[in-house]
Structure formats: structure tokens, C-alpha cells
Nanobody, 117 residues
Framework: QVQLVESGGGLVQPGGSLRLSCTAS????????MGWFRQAPGKQRELVAG?????????FYTDSVEGRFTISRDNAKNTVYLQMNSLKPEDTAVYYC?????????WGQGTQVTVSS
């Protein structure tokens, strides 16, 4: 079973940047389409960005983060990244990675991102 471990969250001021990392325990990860999800207090978990696997690398973003967030992956390191720029208070959430169509047994603990002055 693949385990996914997220890191890189923290407290940042509005307009600031963070880079999140998600490392998989198995190299089969490189075949998977991956996604970054987030869940804010009192809200449902939502997909914010995705990246194709198998060498494609094509990406997509939800409208609210388009132009501010960049998803990428390093298959040699079994890692997917989320570069977040121009952060806003509404980006505050716990961020998770999972396969693009999430598998229940792949959810990790997530990493908290708080955007506040």
C-alpha cells in the first residue's frame, strides 16, 4: 500500500509563498495522476490542482488558484509539489495529496496552511 506524506505547511502573511511536498513510499506513484486537495474549517475537501502521471505531466487547476499555484512532480524522488504564491486568507486549510480520483486508504495527515497577518 502506498503511503503519502505531506509537508511544508505553515503560517504565512497574505501575499506570501509556500511550497508543499508530498512524498510517496512506492515508485509506482510515478504512474499515477496526482492531486492536491484542501479542506477548510466547515467546508468540504476540494481538489485544487492535479498533474498527470506516466510521463505526461500535464496539469490543471481550480479557478480560485489558477495563476497563483503551480503543481509539479519529481518522479525520481517520488514527490509531488505545490508551489503557492500570492497567498490569500481564503487559502487557509489543511492540504492533502492523493491520487487524482482519491483513494480512501491513501489519505495522510495533511499539512496545515494558515494565511493571516
Amino acid at each position: 500500500q502506498v503511503q503519502l506524506v505531506e509537508s511544508g505547511g505553515g503560517l504565512v502573511q497574505p501575499g506570501g509563498s509556500l511550497r508543499l511536498s508530498c512524498t510517496a513510499s512506492d515508485s509506482i506513484f510515478r504512474l499515477y495522476d496526482m492531486g492536491w486537495f484542501r479542506q477548510a474549517p466547515g467546508k468540504q475537501r476540494e481538489l485544487v490542482a492535479g498533474i498527470r502521471g506516466g510521463g505526461s505531466g500535464s496539469t490543471f487547476y481550480t479557478d480560485s488558484v489558477e495563476g497563483r499555484f503551480t503543481i509539479s512532480r519529481d518522479n525520481a524522488k517520488n514527490t509531488v509539489y505545490l508551489q503557492m504564491n500570492s497567498l490569500k486568507p481564503e487559502d487557509t486549510a489543511v492540504y492533502y495529496c492523493n491520487t487524482r480520483f482519491p483513494r480512501n486508504n491513501y489519505w495522510g495527515q495533511g499539512t496545515q496552511v494558515t494565511v493571516s497577518s
